[in-house]
């Protein structure tokens, strides 16, 4: 790691950014198309100014054994990241249009959320779930007295 990335990151955690590793992990049934679409997937991510990537690590694509049921031949691919994000909104609403397969926040330890902020984390969680009911992907449960 070069000293201008070590400089912001410890710019970046002096402004209370998260540190974060996220996985992603790609299923498809061509092995170029796999590793094109995750690599523009992440380039996409990269350009976000709530976000700093200060590790990438992409793994070898790999022909899966048992492919989903009616796939003749499917090929897996892995990045792992480590980057910095601005604020939890910002975390969530990442994951909400990236989908990351594994998340782990490294640091800070303990953060103090303002209520703007739990507020703007609610109403996305809230919209998703009004996006997955208009899908016929599930929805609201109503509880009987």
């Known amino acids: 790691m070069n ?13 209370g950014w998260l ?12 092995q170029e198309i796999v590793e094109q679409s995750l690599g523009n997937h992440i380039s996409k991510l990269e350009k976000l100014s709530v976000v700093f990537i200060y590790n990438k690590e992409f793994k070898t694509a790999e ?4 492919p ?17 994000i601005k604020s939890f ?12 397969s ?7 330890n303990s953060k103090e959320l303002k209520l ?9 969680m809230a919209g998703l779930m009004h996006q997955f009911a208009a899908a ?9 007295k």
């Open 63 to 66: 022909k899966v054994e048992t």
């Open 68 to 84: 989903p049921k009616g796939v003749e031949e499917a090929w897996s691919k892995v990045i792992e990241l480590k980057l910095f």
């Open 19 to 30: 540190d974060v590793w996220f996985a992603f992990d790609v299923l498809g049934v061509n």
């Open 102 to 108: 594994a998340i782990e926040i490294l640091s800070p």
């Open 116 to 124: 703007e902020e739990l507020q703007d984390i609610a109403n996305t």
């Open 89 to 100: 909104t910002d975390l969530i609403n990442i994951i909400y249009l990236y989908g990351p």
């Open 136 to 144: 016929g992907a599930g929805g609201i449960v109503i509880t009987p």
């Open 3 to 15: 000293e201008e990335t070590k400089d912001k990151i410890n710019e970046l955690k002096k402004k």
